[in-house]
Antibody, heavy 125, light 106 residues
Framework: EVQLVESGGILVQPGGSLRLSCAASGFTFSNYWMIWVRQAPGKGLEWVANIKEDGSEQYYVDSVKGRFTISRDNTKNSLFLQMNSLRAEDTAIYYC??????????????????WGKGTTVTVSS | EIVLTQSPATLSLSPGERATLSCRASQSVNTYLAWYQQKPGQAPRLLIYDASNRATGIPARFSGSGSETDFTLTIRSLEPEDSAVYYCQQRAYWLTFGGGTKVEVK
């Protein structure tokens, strides 16, 4: 079964750090871009970061640049999100997501097809 | 940043009725648009990618259409389990989501 399981979410004080993990199973992890998406309480979805199959490229939403780092270990089928200088507005459920793709008329189209159940990060004093 | 505006914010319909959800982009996204369904307490689920392609295992009553800036998700013959929030999302320039449409089926 294709599965993503996040862990590491806890209550942390503002300014603190946290490392989220995502364990992938049931597919060849190293063949896919991976993404972190978050959802603040009662709010919509927000892309946070994504990382290329081999980890050589990473991209971030402006609000987390310089504070968060996405990484992966393909030998352990794992995705990570290192979160530093946490703020109250980082409070959210963090989802680990697989980024699949299809080629249509020679154009590659990406779509997020597998989501984990999420892990909750609360930033509060 | 490409902004996606979804309407209506809430849709209340009866079982068997048709739901029409709109997603408008602030600039052209070609067909780099997907739709997701999220039920309370659950992770989102991919419904439609590339504007009109149903994802694996998605019932045929869900269909997507549109291109450039105007997109529609249609749910033909609503069922009670279709109650959820539906999000559109673009990949033409970075990745952004719409604010969501809540569909209530009762």
């Amino acid at each position: 079964e294709v599965q993503l399981v996040e862990s590491g979410g806890i209550l942390v004080q503002p300014g603190g750090s946290l490392r989220l993990s995502c364990a992938a199973s049931g597919f060849t992890f190293s063949n896919y871009w991976m993404i972190w998406v978050r959802q603040a309480p009662g709010k919509g979805l927000e892309w946070v970061a994504n990382i290329k199959e081999d980890g050589s490229e990473q991209y971030y939403v402006d609000s987390v640049k310089g504070r968060f780092t996405i990484s992966r270990d393909n030998t352990k089928n794992s995705l990570f999100l290192q979160m530093n200088s946490l703020r109250a507005e980082d409070t959210a459920i963090y989802y680990c997501v697989r980024d699949d793709h299809v080629t249509i008329f020679g154009v590659v189209k990406y779509y997020m097809d597998i989501w984990g159940k999420g892990t909750t990060v609360t930033v509060s004093s | 940043e490409i902004v996606l505006t979804q309407s209506p914010a809430t849709l209340s319909l009866s079982p068997g009725e048709r739901a029409t959800l709109s997603c408008r982009a602030s600039q052209s996204v070609n067909t780099y648009l997907a739709w997701y369904q999220q039920k309370p307490g659950q992770a989102p689920r991919l419904l439609i990618y590339d504007a009109s392609n149903r994802a694996t295992g998605i019932p045929a009553r869900f269909s997507g259409s549109g291109s450039e800036t105007d997109f529609t998700l249609t749910i033909r013959s609503l069922e009670p389990e279709d109650s959820a929030v539906y999000y559109c999302q673009q990949r033409a320039y970075w990745l952004t989501f719409g604010g969501g449409t809540k569909v209530e089926v009762k």
